[in-house]
């Protein structure tokens, strides 16, 4: 899930900058330092994007910069057990495939695919189903729900399941829905 927070911080800022509009220079010195990095209340940063309070600039002897507490609006994304979410896939393995949701790279185990055996052929670089036929291969649009989040402080991990109806690459998707129309017009 996304989601707008906010969050503070002390940044410094050099002396050779003080000429210069300081929500600009706050600004650019937070999105240096906080993008990209990931908090375990609200996730992987984004996007830092605004200043929202500006306190009084401090000075420390010795040292020619002045640091500023500020309060600053941030984009995060928290991944959350249970979420649907789409992606493409970005890396086939024997063990699994890899899509990714926005920012972050899911695994999909080949247990959680869907209720065949899927065996690997490296050389296509795609998973094939034994008794189904289906094909994963490089770039399919897919939809997974998320079944596990580890959440470090240099890395979120997600795996998720598409074995369940509605969730798969989003070819499989549409042709079980044609499917379920043409045994409803039978009936």
Not at 17 to 43: M, T
Not at 45 to 74: N, Q, R, T
Not at 91 to 111: E, K, P, T
């Amino acid at each position: 899930m996304y989601l707008i927070s906010s969050i503070l911080d002390t940044l410094r800022v050099p002396p050779d900058k003080f000429d210069q509009d300081l929500n600009e220079i706050l600004l650019d010195l937070a999105r240096e330092s906080i993008e990209e990095q990931i908090y375990p209340e609200i996730g992987f940063i984004v996007a830092v994007l605004e200043a929202e309070e500006v306190g009084i600039g401090k000075i420390i002897p010795g040292d020619g910069g002045a640091y500023y507490d500020v309060k600053f609006k941030v984009l995060s994304y928290l991944p959350e057990k249970d979420e649907v979410v789409e992606g493409k896939t970005v890396d086939i393995a024997d063990f699994g495939v890899f899509v990714r949701i926005g920012i972050i790279d899911a695994l999909c185990h080949v247990s959680q695919i869907a209720d065949d055996f899927f065996s690997f052929n490296e050389r296509a670089q795609e998973l094939v189903g034994k008794e189904t036929g289906l094909r994963i291969r490089l770039d399919d649009p897919a939809r997974g729900r998320i079944i596990a989040v580890g959440l470090g402080k240099q890395q979120i991990k997600v795996g998720i399941t598409m074995r369940q109806p509605g969730l798969g690459l989003l070819e499989w998707i549409e042709k079980w829905k044609q499917e379920m129309l043409e045994k409803r017009n039978e009936t």
